[in-house]
């Protein structure tokens, strides 16, 4: 009886251990699911991350704006493009009619390249090759203030252009709101949030309330933006 019972137990045992080949086969599945959990966890802070450095590209490009603009100033007896005629180097009467292309045009040598007119988050639009034979609308994410006033350092220079009003994005061309325009950023860029450019230099991140803040701040009746 206690040989049965022991040749049993024996056999139980053998039958129970796995086979070298059922234990390569676990530690592959158990390999295999780490790396998915491990890709699921690190991609959304990947995406964060890109979309960190996006915005710092954006913000980088709108303070080397300024710069141009604050160096053509300098330049041109203190005025900015949009204040100076045509028949003097400047493009007045173009960006009062809603040209957005020859405000920067006019600055080509400050900004020495057209990528940096277009926001990084910006999908919809790519970077010109140069400032004449492919710089258009479609190439420039940035409005012009058709008012800025370099006396004001708070004024409206420059900044991110995807507006809409009521819900509805405003077009190209020159856009007209007054202080109490439901203004408000789309979703297209840096989600519900934008960047502007100020005639100080300094560019701030605004969100939809900050945004009807700033169009009371500038202390205009109307604020005239030329929009690509």
């Known amino acids: ?31 295999m699911l780490a790396g998915v959990i491990l890709r699921s966890l690190r991609q959304p802070r990947d995406w964060a991350k890109e979309d960190w450095r996006k915005t710092t590209w954006c913000v980088n490009n709108l303070k080397q704006v300024g710069l141009a603009y604050r160096i053509w100033e300098g330049d041109n007896n203190g005025k900015y493009p949009m ?7 400047g493009s007045m009467e173009l960006v009062a009619a809603g ?16 990528k940096l007119v277009v926001c990084p988050q910006d999908v919809s639009r790519d970077c010109a090759t140069n400032f004449t034979t492919d710089f258009n609308n479609s190439r420039i994410s940035y409005f012009v203030a058709v008012d800025a006033d370099k006396n004001n350092p708070q004024s409206l220079l420059s900044g991110d252009a995807n507006f809409e009003i009521g819900g509805v994005p405003i077009k190209s061309g020159l856009l007209e709101i007054s202080s109490n325009t439901p203004m408000a950023w789309s979703a297209a860029r840096h989600k519900f949030y934008g ?24 202390g205009l009746a109307t604020n005239r933006l030329a929009i690509p």
């Open 1 to 31: 009886m206690l040989d049965s019972r022991h040749e049993a137990r024996v056999s139980h045992q053998k039958t129970a251990a796995l086979t070298l080949e059922e234990v390569l086969v676990s530690i592959v599945v158990l390999a």
């Open 83 to 89: 204040q100076v005629s045509m028949t003097n180097g």
């Open 99 to 114: 040209n957005v292309v020859t405000a920067f045009q006019v600055m080509s040598n400050e900004l020495s390249t057209p």
């Open 195 to 218: 960047y502007i450019l100020l005639a100080d230099g300094s560019v701030q991140e605004v969100n939809n309330s900050m945004l009807t803040n700033w169009l009371h701040q500038t």
